[in-house]
């Protein structure tokens, strides 16, 4: 059974950082593309950032490209999505999942997901 387990969530100020990790069990992670999705009140899941098996290739949401990278290390079956230049806006629940796909942009292209972590962001 894979799991998938995030941390690293908190409250920071706006133009602070932080830096999540997804610790993943259960399968062979070098199978997986990896994403991270965040969902704010009220609003529907949205993708944030996905990484290849090889981690070669990277994909951003527009909202976030230039101030969040995502990398893995495949030695540590691990995942991460680093948050630079945070603003209000940003804040949510952060989800990780693994797809046995090339890369995915949308939720129903992920098999697994974490619990989630959240994120808050103040002005």
């Known amino acids: 059974q894979v799991q998938l387990v995030e941390s690293g969530g908190g409250s920071v100020q706006a133009g602070g950082s932080l830096r999540l990790s997804c610790a993943v069990s259960g399968g062979t992670f070098s199978d997986y593309a990896m994403g991270w999705f965040r969902q704010a009140p009220g609003k529907e899941r949205e993708f944030v950032a996905a990484?290849?098996?090889?981690?070669?290739?990277?994909y951003y949401a527009d909202s976030v490209k230039g101030r969040f990278t995502i990398s893995r290390d495949n030695a540590e079956n691990t995942v991460y999505l680093q948050m630079n230049s945070l603003k209000p806006g940003d804040t949510a629940v952060y989800y990780c999942?693994?797809?046995?796909?090339?890369?995915?942009?949308?939720?129903?292209?992920?098999?697994?997901w974490g619990q989630g972590t959240q994120v808050t962001v103040s002005s």
């Open positions: 990484i290849r098996w090889s981690g070669d290739s990277t």
């Open positions: 999942a693994a797809g046995v796909i090339f890369v995915g942009f949308f939720t129903n292209n992920y098999n697994y």
